[in-house]
Nanobody
């Protein structure tokens, strides 16, 4: 049974920080690229970040989050992370993690999805 379970979302003020986690099980975690995508109310799905297989030595970011967010993975814990700093109201969205067999920023290429966690940035 494949599972991706996000946690760590919540309410934070602009300029604040939040750390999301995604616990993976039921597949060989180290063999998959891992991703974060988000969807704001009334908006389409937006690719946010990705990390390569294995130890996660290569990372990728959308222009909107580059320099503020950091993606990482812990193979020993089968867990993906997204450290979000300098948060802005426009970062408000449901954040989902996903897994794919190769590098891609097209969500249609992803095999597994989590249920998502809400991030709200507001004063």
């Amino acid at each position: 049974q494949v599972q991706l379970v996000e946690s760590g979302g919540g309410l934070v003020q602009p300029g604040g920080s939040l750390r999301l986690s995604c616990a993976a099980s039921g597949f060989t975690f180290s063999n998959y690229y891992m991703y974060w995508v988000r969807q704001a109310p009334g908006k389409g799905l937006e690719w946010v970040s990705g990390v390569n297989t294995g130890g996660g030595d290569s990372t990728y970011y959308s222009d909107s989050v580059k320099g503020r967010f950091t993606i990482s993975r812990d193979s020993a814990k089968n867990t993906l992370y997204l450290q979000m700093n300098s948060l802005k109201p426009e970062d408000t969205a449901v954040y989902s993690c996903a897994a794919g067999p190769r590098g891609s920023n097209w969500p249609g290429d992803y095999d597994y999805w989590g249920q998502g966690t809400q991030v709200t940035v507001s004063s």
